[in-house]
């Protein structure tokens, strides 16, 4: 405790003197340009990763960047893309999963959760996932190949489950909205993304950013 004690006295000293008007012009306002739904795993920490400052991105962090179908758990995750949405407007949905996740590895090994019912009952959101992998990929064995699969095949689940969340929907329908499905690697920073034309995950930095939005079906007047 007494080091993130001493972090925010290095901040208040340091760092909030140099961006004092910033943090004046986010008292009273926000207006992110993206909402980042990721892991909550300590490792992952989107700011840095994507070089934003306060105010750029609406951050929600769960267990296995988790995003539950709309209707069945309207709570936490769900309320917060409905505001994102509608309240703030933001233009784009990315959620990230990464490498070594434990949320997955559990995934894989549901008898570890035996002593964690609430996980184990949230995880099942990603069974999907998992269902894909093992009917999919006949090759696949239990070790690292098979847990990258699954990362990536969670963050396609979750991709499908955000479409189902109306406010959502409606604006990726009409080109308001765009979703983006990505994969960290936390040893070499690299990032993959979701590419729903080609149905695979291509380098963020490559030289088209992959996209996982679908066309668009309706014109607004403009």
């Known amino acids: 405790m007494s080091n993130i004690v001493e972090g925010f006295k290095r901040f208040r000293r340091e760092v909030f003197p140099a ?3 910033l943090f004046k012009k986010l008292a009273t306002a926000q207006n992110p340009r993206a909402m980042f739904i990721t892991c909550a795993d300590s490792r992952i920490v989107p ?39 509608v309240a703030l407007g933001v233009r784009h949905i990315i959620i990230c999963g990464h490498s070594d996740c434990g949320a997955m590895k559990a995934v894989l090994a549901p008898q570890s959760l035996e002593s964690m019912p609430t996980v184990k009952g949230w995880l099942r959101h990603a069974e999907v ?5 093992e009917q999919n990929f006949a090759r ?57 034309e080609s149905g ?4 963020l930095d490559g030289a088209v950013v992959p996209m996982a939005t679908p066309r668009s079906r309706f014109n607004l007047p403009g």
Do not use: K
């Open 19 to 21: 961006q004092q008007e």
């Open 47 to 85: 700011e840095l990763i994507t070089q934003s400052s306060p105010g750029d991105l609406f951050v929600t962090r769960n267990v296995g960047n988790v995003v539950p179908p709309y209707g069945q758990m309207n709570g936490g995750v769900s309320t917060a893309i409905e505001y994102a949405v």
């Open 129 to 133: 996932a998992r269902t894909v992998v």
């Open 140 to 196: 696949c064995d239990c070790g690292q190949e098979h847990l990258e699969l699954l990362t990536e095949e969670n963050v396609v689940a979750q991709l499908n489950h955000l479409l189902t969340h109306p406010s959502v929907a409606a604006r990726v329908a009409s080109g308001q909205l765009f979703i983006h499905g990505w994969v960290y690697d936390i040893e070499s920073c690299n990032i993959i993304a979701y590419d729903a």
């Open 200 to 203: 695979r995950f291509l380098p």
